[in-house]
């Protein structure tokens, strides 16, 4: 499957920024799907992920309440709704997806085979 990562821009402190992972090749509604974030000069780190067919949503603490991640199988895409956004959730956001991600695996990087190339989101104070 390739993943194609959008929806990034510049944005103010509060607002609300939505990324879509669209995919081709294959159905993501057989994946888990996770999208992880890296910002400069730190390690990528987890944000949140779903399971498949609409299953359970994981959340980095960081971003529990204000971000939702969502499926959208007619469209082939997984969403992540930013909200009240802080200047320390600039960073570039990844999906990742795979098949086999199994639950003690879903925060990890090394529990996905198939990444996107990143959108950039900067949040200004």
């Known amino acids: 499957v390739q993943l194609q990562a959008s929806g990034g821009g510049l944005v103010q402190a509060g607002d609300s920024v939505r990324l879509s992972c669209a995919a081709s090749g294959r159905s993501l509604s057989s994946y888990v799907v996770a999208w992880f974030r890296q910002a400069p000069g730190k390690e990528r780190e987890f944000v949140s992920a779903?399971?498949?067919?609409?299953?359970?949503?994981y959340y980095a603490d960081s971003v529990k309440g204000r971000f939702t991640i969502s499926r959208d199988n007619a469209k082939n895409t997984v969403s992540l709704q930013m909200n009240s956004l802080k200047p320390e959730d600039t960073a570039v956001y990844y999906c990742a997806a795979d098949t086999g991600t199994i639950l003690s695996s879903i925060r990890d990087i090394g529990g996905y085979d198939y990444w996107g190339q990143g959108t950039l989101v900067t949040v200004s104070s």
């Open positions: 779903i399971r498949r067919s609409q299953g359970a949503t």
